[in-house]
């Protein structure tokens, strides 16, 4: 077995839930035991877990999921409570304390709060103590939202640097067309993501095609991840400490980029697009040089300095993403020029460069 190893394990909706649709306390618990039996290993665990709007609604005694935003962030704030109690009951149980940290996507968007989460996450490790990650689905709308618990665990794995990541859902893991269980997945491709249809639940968001997105990303983090059922007996256990190869494992790729550039490429959202001319892409996909203003034909959005940024060309295909360093307001004024001009126009000149190439990652 590797040394120093790190995990996250993510639990969906409906490994959760029971019939009745409230919590299955006897799944928290074993969840709980696995994980702890694992730790005892000597290998740090984090958990990403679903439920809390499931929770909330069964609390509440609504049938189906609402519709209205409020009553949603209302449920989910009574059920994260709900779920928080238990996983910490049983935790301790096993002699385990446990940290909640609610996140959005606003948290990885700005690289201070990103790397705030970072070392907030190994603190709670070096303590000994199970980090229960989910999304803050209070205050998370639409803008601000990781999407679903899937890219969340994810984005978790790569911030934490871990190497694995299991799913836990309720299959077996990715099937073919014959309806067998893939067992190994070495490239997430079209045709791999077309055997994923699409699943939902009224519970939870996401399905086997998030699921896939999120391996494909975590991959090239060099995370290896399991699609695997979280009812099936052991499971954690069985794929973690005794390496045995159920559900479908994503093998991934070599890390692709650095953890700064993979924070610009993957974790952090796009404030805005930068469209520029066919001199400008060549330069930036084959000659590793910065953008400049004067390749700059047109802008969208209204990002602010230091925000991460789309790099389009006039085709409207995006090709980069990268880290700007002037504003939407100063870059329509300055796109065209020269550096040189930057100084009359702008009343000052911070950078010669609108995006710098270490800021930048081709896609
Ligand atoms: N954060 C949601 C919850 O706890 C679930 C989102 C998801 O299932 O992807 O209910």
Redesign the pocket.
């Known amino acids: 077995m590797k040394k120093n190893r790190k995990i996250v394990i993510k639990v ?2 409906k490994v959760l839930t029971s019939k009745d649709r409230g919590l299955d306390k006897l799944r928290v618990r074993d969840i709980a035991s696995q994980v702890s039996d694992i730790r005892k290993k000597g290998i740090d665990v984090l958990i990403v ?8 609604m069964w609390l509440l005694g609504m049938k189906k999921r609402p519709l209205e935003l409020a009553s949603l962030q209302a ?2 704030a009574i ?2 409570n709900y ?1 928080m109690q238990l996983y910490s009951e049983y935790f301790k149980e096993y002699g385990y304390l446990t940290a909640q940290i609610l996140l959005t996507q606003e948290d990885f968007n700005d690289r201070k709060r990103y790397l705030n989460i970072k070392h907030t996450i190994d603190a709670i490790l070096k303590h000994n103590v199970v980090p229960i990650i ?2 803050n ?1 209070t205050v ?1 709308t639409d803008e601000i939202r990781c ?6 665990s994810s984005l978790v794995a790569d911030i934490a640097g871990c190497d694995t990541l299991i799913m836990l859902t309720d299959v077996d893991g990715l099937l073919d067309e014959n309806g067998s269980v893939i067992n190994t997945v070495t490239d997430v491709s079209q045709k791999v993501m077309r055997l994923a249809g699409k699943s939902h639940c009224d ?4 399905g086997m095609a ?1 699921k896939l997105a999120s391996a494909r990303a975590a991959s090239k983090a060099g995370i290896d991840c399991i699609i695997a059922n979280g009812r099936a007996k052991n499971i954690l256990y069985r794929i973690v400490v005794d390496g045995e190869g159920v559900g479908t494992k994503i093998i991934c790729d070599k890390k692709s980029h650095d953890a700064k550039k993979r924070w610009i490429a993957y974790s952090s959202k796009a404030k805005g697009s930068i469209c520029v001319d066919d001199g400008a892409r060549s330069a930036l996909c084959h000659g590793n040089k910065s953008l400049l203003a004067s390749g700059i034909v047109g802008i969208d959005g209204d990002f602010a300095s230091g925000d991460v940024i789309v790099i389009s060309d006039r085709q409207g295909s995006e090709f980069a993403r990268g880290v700007s360093n002037y504003s939407a307001i100063d870059v329509n004024k300055i796109k065209g020029l020269k550096s040189r001009d930057f100084k009359g126009i702008l009343g000052c000149k911070a950078k010669d460069e609108v995006v710098h190439k270490n800021n930048l990652v081709i896609l």
């Open positions: 969906g909706t877990t679903s439920g809390a709007i499931g929770s909330g449920a989910a059920g994260q779920l989910n999304e689905d998370a999407g679903d618990n899937d890219r969340l519970l939870g968001t996401g998030t």
